[in-house]
C-alpha cells in the first residue's frame, strides 16, 4: 500500500467534490477535532487487538478533507502513518475500505487503475467504472496523480494493458476532451444519429470509430439529443443497439458512457446490483463505489437502486456481505 503524498494535491482536488452540492451519506462530522480522532485511532490500536468498532466510527463519519487532518495529526503526535499502522492491524476487504477512505479522491482511482493492471490480467471494470464516469478535470488530475506515484503515465500504462478498439476508447477518455458546454447543435445532433446508425445497425459489420468519434467526444445535453434522435431513426434504444453490434470489453465500455451520459446515480446502482447479485460477490466493484460515491451521490444511488430493483441497497449490503466489512459498508450506506 503506497504512501501518498496528499499536500500538493489537496488544494485543488477537495473543493471540487464540495462544488459539486454534496449528495453523499458522508457529511462533515460537527465539532470536528482532528487530534482527538487521532488519539482514538491510536488507543484503537494499541496492545493486543483492534478495536475496529472506533476505527468504524471515526472514518465512516469525516468526509475526505476531515480525514487527511487526522491523518497529518496522527504523524505529528505518534510519528507513525496512520495508512501503514492500520494496514498492519486490518485484513481483508475491510482493510481494503478503510485504506480506501483514507485516500484523496484522485488518489484513490489512481491506486484502483494501478491495481486493475498489475500482474496477470486486467481489471477492465475498474478502467471502465473510472474513466466512463469521471470529469474532465478528474481525469486530469487522476492521471497527475498517476505519473507522480508510479512513474508511468496512465496512458502508457492502459495501452500495454489493452488491445484494439477497447484500447481506443480508454485512450480517447483518457485526453479528457470531452466537450463539457451545454450547447445542443440541432442540425449536428441529427447528423450524429444518423451517422451512428448508419455506423451500426444500417450496416454489415460495424465501423466502431463512428461510435467513439459521437460517444467520446459531444457534451451531455447534445448527446441526449442525439439518443433520442437515433431512437426515432432506428426503432431502438442506442443502448440496445450497442448490445446487438459490439460484444466484450468494448460493449461494456461504450454502455458504461452512454449510462453515465444519462444518469450516473443509475449507472452506479446497476452494477452494485451487479456486484451482489447471485453467487458471490465481487467486492473490487462493491469497495470501490462506496469509498468513491459515499460523498458525493450515495443518496441519489441509493434512491435509484430502491427505484429499479425494489430493495434498500442497505439490505442488499446487509445480505451480502459480513464482519466489519459488512458495519463498514452499511455505515457508508447511510442507513435503509
Known sequence: M????????ENHTLPTMAAIGNRGTVTEAAGFNAEADAQKLRDAMKGVGTNEATIIEVLAHRTIAQRQRIKEAFKQTVGKDLADELSGELSGNFSSVV??????APVYDAYELRNAMK???TEEACLIDILASRSNAEIKTICEVYKKEYGKTLEDDVSGDTSGMFRRVLVSLLTAGRDESNTVNEAQA???????????????GTDEVKFLTVLCVRNQKHLLR?????????GRDIEDSIKREMSGSLEDAFLAIVKCLRSRPTFFAERLYKSMKGLGTT??????IMVSRAEIDMLDIKAQFLKMYGKTLYSFIKGDTSGDYRKILLELCGGE
Open 2 to 9: 503506497p504512501t501518498f503524498c496528499t499536500s500538493s494535491l
Open 99 to 104: 485504506l480506501g477512505l483514507l485516500m484523496l
Open 190 to 204: 441529427v447528423q450524429d444519429a444518423k451517422e451512428i446508425y448508419e455506423a451500426g445497425e444500417a450496416r454489415w
Open 119 to 121: 500482474g496477470a490480467g
Open 283 to 288: 467486492d473490487s466493484v462493491l469497495i470501490r
Open 226 to 234: 442525439v439518443f433520442e434522435e437515433y431512437k426515432k431513426i432506428s
